[in-house]
């Protein structure tokens, strides 16, 4: 494999991953706990992709369904279980984490516990020189810079983003401005959900659909939010480009089984020397 095709093949991994991990940063910085059903936000969005296929609907209509079915799917958890754990971290892991395990066994029947495809919606590769590139792959690494980009917006240039950002520094300050926790709460969760469901929607054409599909993505990505620091969008974003390009790159050059190992002691060794983050520097300047 040439030096471009292996560097094409960690982007793409890399920009799933990121999207997982801009979710899930999203919620834990908000309200302070880290959401264990996170993989299995990333199962549904697959899920609904899988669903527009076997009915004969467009798959790029059910990619575009895919975040808003799983944004109603966390609105309703947030709504009715997860709220009442937010004074108690703990309980909310646990509560997140059975909430996660019912999702996806009962996704797991509805799969009768097979593997699935599904079709890409762009087929074929383009010449990059002499290498060929995946046309679908250099989408997924196209939509994710705009997500980013638009995310970065939406939460640092609108009032919804300014309103978000009082709340995280001082809840009941926030409240005394009028502001409506609450829904900002509510809000954020689901947005943290639709990225999940947005990245299950563009990884299931890669990967195939299985009700496991989500763990692995699960388990990185909270190292990666550690690794970023639970505080800021910048910092989760640079967490997961550390640990989705490390987890793509070194199963190349040693056993994935030690890769992952490597990635986690790396990654846990800046945590004790930067237990604030890699950005934390960059954000107290």
Known sequence: MSVVSFAFDVLAYSAIFILVVMGLGVIASMMGIFNFAHGEFVLLGAYTVYLFQERGLPVWAGMLAAPFAVAVVGLLLERTVIRRFYAAPVAAMLGTYAIGLSLREGVRGLLAGQFYSVISPLVGSFDLGDISVSKWKAAVI??????????????????FGLQVRATLENPALARASGISTDKIYAATFSFGAALAGLAGGLMVPIYSLNADMGVPFLIKSFLAVMLGGAGGFEGSMAGAAFVGASSAALPWVIK?????????????AIVKFRPEGLLSRWRSS
């Open 142 to 159: 196209l939509m994710t810079l705009l997500v980013m980009v638009g995310s970065w917006l939406l939460l640092t240039r609108t009032r």
């Open 256 to 268: 994935p089984v030690v890769a992952d190992v490597l990635v986690f002691v790396i990654a846990i």
